[in-house]
């Protein structure tokens, strides 16, 4: 008997022991991107993200300010290369083995970072981009991966490919299959991730599916059930996440590797700037995402078995990020530019609800608005000059800003310009149509920013660019010569 009792105590410490290594191995993490007109300092944004115990961050770049700021954080950290730096890491190894070098050995080590991932390129088979980085992938991820292990550091930091949900598609999950020009790059690079210990990376955004089709329901894009489900033979889809992740699950297993690890890279809501883009719509979102997830119930394609890792698109609103794909594109964050939370959300690491960033500086509390006795017939210059270096996103239909009137517009262009430039007296001029005000203008959810003072990173942060800059003007010169 006690025989049996032991056999079974060991038994159930090794199921224990499978559980708590699987919660380990999974996580909620965030994308910290940098694209923004009124920046954190880096330290800042790390103790953000220790605060929310985020144990799990992804960057688009090998950034050295926001790198030094995870040292010792204990962080696990995926970095990434731009597209454009494909061509050259395909055709020289040793161009790989120089950014290796400085930008995963340079960082590794005890009270180092913790780089787990690194994403070659990002969505480089978009539809939008015609083929123009297809080629450059399976070379680079070769030579990366040589220079990897001359490093010796290939055992723990993988190579990766974060790719767009574009690339695969169907009317229904089960019959998923990656678009017939990919089949046999994407045979290669899942046969490369899978022979190295990588996951397959994707993009998944429910919100562009409903912002681009007007036919799409709207309940189908979150999680609290649906009038208008999908059923798939015996499986019925309650919502676009999962018919999406099955529909990838259905395009691996065509091409044989339909266990692979699934991370998904990106996916999130955003909260202004467009029709459905709301803080009700990115919390009940985000909040029904993470909820079920966590409850670990899988697909109907992979019962019990959620995404290895899920990384929330994003952590900051970045005021400077491109809007050609519509004017929400500056307002995916669970945070807003300065840290502070947009709606109470639960990321369901133990922490409660999100806790805001800690001792940030602002500028003084002054606006710059249209001058009540002036004649404004002559504004429009002065808007589209505001408006061009800064963000005005929030105006547009559907945003926070869109019903505050035609004053109100005006006032909001001046002093997005105005905190922009840090608050610069002869950046409230135009002409003498602004004025500054020690009263906040803010009507409502419409919130007229005040700028964050960011004198003391900001010397720190352009010597950093400035180094960055001329390693990458070397680099360049240096691989023309060869």
């Known amino acids: 008997m006690a025989k049996t009792h032991f056999k079974f105590a060991a038994f159930l410490a090794l199921v224990l022991l499978s559980s708590s290594v699987l919660m380990v191995e999974s996580g909620i993490g965030v994308n910290w991107g940098t694209l923004s007109l009124h920046k954190l300092a880096p330290s800042t944004v790390v103790d953000l993200l220790k605060q929310n115990k985020i144990e799990k961050v992804k960057l688009f770049d090998a950034d050295p300010d926001s790198l030094n700021a995870l040292r010792g954080s204990r962080i696990q950290v995926m970095i990434g290369i731009p597209n454009e730096m494909l061509a050259v890491l395909s055709s020289s190894t040793d161009a790989c083995d120089l950014w290796v070098s400085r930008n995963v050995s340079a960082y590794l080590g005890k009270g180092g970072v913790d780089i787990r991932y690194v994403a070659v390129g990002n969505e480089p088979f978009l539809t939008s981009y015609s083929g123009q980085f ?174 290895m890792d899920i990384y929330l698109f994003s952590l900051l609103d970045e005021g400077a990020k491109s809007i050609l794909p519509g004017t929400f594109e500056r307002h995916w964050g669970i945070f807003s530019f300065d840290g502070q939370a947009k709606y109470p959300l639960n990321l369901g690491l133990g922490n409660g609800l999100l806790k805001n960033a800690r001792e940030v500086q602002y500028l003084p509390s002054r606006w710059c608005v249209a001058s009540p006795s002036r004649d404004l017939s002559g504004v429009a210059d002065h808007m589209k000059i505001a408006c061009s270096n800064a963000d005005c996103t929030t105006l547009n239909y559907g945003g926070s800003c869109n019903g505050i009137g035609v004053k109100g517009n005006i006032s909001y262009a001046f002093n997005s310009y105005y905190q922009a430039q840090k608050q610069n007296s002869k950046s409230c001029d135009f002409d003498g149509l602004g004025v500054v005000t020690f009263l906040d203008p803010s009507v409502g959810d419409c919130r007229f920013l005040v700028g964050i003072d960011s004198k003391s990173s900001s010397n720190v942060e352009a010597s950093g660019r400035q180094v960055n800059f001329w390693i990458s003007i070397l680099w360049c010169f240096w691989i023309y010569i060869l």
């Open 134 to 307: 297809q080629s450059y992938v399976m070379p680079a991820l070769l030579n990366l991966q040589q220079s990897l292990a001359k490093a010796n550091v290939a055992n723990f930091v993988k190579l990766v490919v974060p790719c767009n949900a574009d690339a695969y598609e169907s009317s229904l999950p089960s019959q998923g299959a990656f678009r017939p020009e990919l089949t046999q790059i994407m045979t290669q690079m899942v046969s490369f991730l899978n022979t190295n210990g990588s996951p397959f990376v994707v993009n998944i955004y429910p919100f562009l599916s409903l912002y681009g089709n007007s036919d799409f329901p709207q309940d189908y894009a979150f999680f609290g059930g649906t009038n208008h489900p999908v059923t798939d033979g015996a499986n019925v889809y309650y919502n676009a996440f999962d018919g999406n992740f099955d529909t990838l699950v259905a395009a691996l297993s065509k091409l044989g590797y339909g266990q692979i690890p699934i991370v998904i890279g990106e996916v999130g809501w955003p909260a202004d700037g467009a029709i459905s883009a709301n803080l009700t719509a990115a919390r009940a979102f985000n909040q029904g995402l993470i909820n079920h997830v966590v409850r670990n119930q899988g697909t109907p394609l992979r019962p019990g078995v959620p995404p």
